[in-house]
């Protein structure tokens, strides 16, 4: 996608430097900066951090990792201890293990002289084959959004709400729930995007600077207006992301899906959402009691950044000082307030019979 006309992807390659280049997503809406990670280390702070961050971006990321570790010490030992070093960071997405698996599975094969190179080179694969499926996704979820602009009144834009971020910069490009937006709005389909803040850290900041980037009329709401929205008619279809699903249908989202599942359930709203299949964990049946809930640092809670009258960047404190904050980073939602699961084979019901429907290869070998 675009930033100020000029195409990026979230993460990039730098051949003549030997690194990795990111867009670092701190300073974001705010600021567009760009820095380089270079160590084994820099790479596990970058994700710890959230400078790269979303399920699929945190994969490819992470498989950059394995290869500056095979640049600099290609043994055994390193790759080991490089697969421990990134699978720590963020506990949550699965994406993460399902790239640090694929690498090791690669590598440990090879004599340690052919690592480097060939670390690199599937590193390189991974992210071009998530452009590649995030587009798919945006295609299948396209034949959603024409279905409801076809049914709507002359002029009158379809309104999708979503929540956090789960747009191109959450991904290597396209992004997941946001594709299929940019699809549609490319198709010519008129648009109102619904962007929840997606409290604590308003990550819907970000899908608000993507979409404003792209020209797709949207508006900034907050978390708890989503529910009066439907109650009043004004939301056609539900669309978000998630960092993990469950070989059952569940979804593991940024906190506060759940309660968008709900709203939505309740008042008839088609609720979906999209995914790649490296996001599905066919290990795990029961979201809701198996899936481990990231807890992330209070700070993020009592504590909001933002710019500042005088036009600079600030950090500000909402509680009282003293007051303890809780930051559980996700929630589950059951697949059966799920709508259906948007992937990049196609659309299905958020169910074992359905993803199985869709991937019989991977739901067979579970």
């Not at 710890?48 to 699929?56: F, N």
């Not at 999209?274 to 964990?281: E, F, H, N, R, Y």
Request: include cysteine; charged fraction near 20%; glycine fraction near 10%.
């Amino acid at each position: 996608m675009k930033v100020e006309g000029k195409h990026y992807r979230s993460l990039w390659w730098d051949d003549r430097e030997r690194v990795l280049m990111i867009i670092e997503q701190r300073w974001l809406p705010h600021e567009f900066r760009i820095e380089p990670v270079r160590s084994l280390q820099d790479f596990a702070t970058a994700i710890v951090q959230m400078r790269v961050r979303g399920a699929p971006l945190i994969g490819a990321t992470a498989a950059y990792g394995i290869a500056c570790a095979m640049a600099a010490d290609p043994s055994d030992t390193s790759l080991d201890a490089a697969w421990s070093v990134l699978n720590a960071t963020r506990p949550t997405a699965i994406n993460l293990r399902w790239a640090l698996d694929r690498c090791r599975g690669a590598l440990r094969p090879l004599p340690p002289g052919q690592r480097a190179t060939a670390a690199l080179q599937l590193a390189h694969d991974i992210a071009d084959e998530d452009v590649e499926v995030n587009r798919r996704i945006g295609e299948h979820g396209l034949t959603l959004i024409r279905d409801i602009a076809a049914k709507k009144p002359a002029g009158e834009p379809v309104r999708i709400l979503t929540h956090c971020n789960a747009g191109w910069i959450a991904t290597v490009d396209w992004g997941t729930a946001t594709s299929p937006m940019y699809h549609a709005h490319d198709a010519g389909i008129a648009l109102q995007v619904w962007v929840d803040e997606t409290r604590p850290r308003n990550q819907g900041a970000l899908t608000a600077w993507e979409l404003g980037s792209h020209g797709i009329p949207h508006t900034y709401i907050t978390d708890n207006a989503g529910g009066h929205l439907m109650q009043h008619g004004l939301v056609d279809l539900v669309l978000v992301g998630t960092d993990r699903t469950t070989r059952q249908g569940d979804v593991c989202n940024k906190i506060g899906t759940y309660l968008k599942a709900l709203a939505a359930a309740d008042n008839g709203v088609p609720f979906y959402v999209a995914l790649p299949s490296s996001t599905i964990d066919w290990t795990v049946a029961d979201g809701v009691a198996e899936i481990p809930i990231e807890e992330r640092p209070e700070v993020e809670v009592t504590d909001i950044q933002g710019r500042t009258q005088d036009g600079g960047i600030g950090t500000l404190r909402v509680p009282p000082v003293g007051t303890p904050g809780g930051n559980p980073a996700f929630d589950v939602t059951p697949g059966r307030l799920v709508t259906g699961l948007i992937t990049e084979r196609g659309i299905c019901a958020a169910t074992r019979d359905g993803l199985a429907g869709l991937f019989p290869d991977r739901a067979g070998a579970a």
